[in-house]
């Protein structure tokens, strides 16, 4: 007799395509290891600010996601966009009465992928110095990072990862946030959400740590 493996499952919504190519091959990978307690279903829709999405759940079939997202720069249109979103989390919970939890990448979600290959603790100036980190952790030569967000190549970047990169990517993340708590880095707080304006920081390593834990890996 065939002992199926259970399912578990989670929401996320995200801001575009990279990420969710990305979850999308976690979880084909998560169910292709064999040493796997369960399988995953991670159920992904891309929503740049969640709120109408959220009202379209039912707290007792979905009673928690996870929103994944940027904080693309420090000026003021970058902070007021992120709030913006943080505004809609809040008012999601308030409305539906499901946990809304946020995964952020400060910068971008660049950093979270350079994490899979090496460490990237130093500050950028601006997004685009994110490029030659990308080249370098995936032996490629994009000449910018439109180019690397292409399908064909952002995934050609996912078939060089394993669940091991994966678990280097969150101890390396955790460190970064390690380091910005030993640094005295000031954390903010927005709609009851938390997060470093500073970067590199993150909290997508988060949700992946959980997927991981209790998938039994």
Known sequence: ???????????????????????????KEINSFDTAKYKVKINLSIQQYPLS???KLNAKSTPFVVH???????IREDIEKFET???E?????EQKRIEYRLGYSNFTFELWMILHKQNCSGSFTDRSKYLNPINSAYDENFID???????ENFKR????????DVKKAVERSKRIMDNNKKNGNIVKQYKGFKYLPDNPSLTIWEIVEQILNECKI
Do not use: H, P
């Open 1 to 27: 007799m065939i002992n199926r493996k259970e399912t578990k499952q989670y929401t996320l919504t995200v801001e575009g395509n990279t990420e969710k190519w990305y979850f999308e091959w976690l979880q």
């Open 53 to 55: 999405y959220a009202k």
């Open 157 to 164: 970047c996912l078939s060089k990862l394993n669940i091991t």
């Open 68 to 74: 994944i997202c940027d904080i693309e720069g420090n």
């Open 145 to 151: 990072l439109k180019t690397y967000k292409k399908e």
């Open 85 to 87: 979103v943080l505004s």
């Open 89 to 93: 989390l809040k008012e999601a919970k």
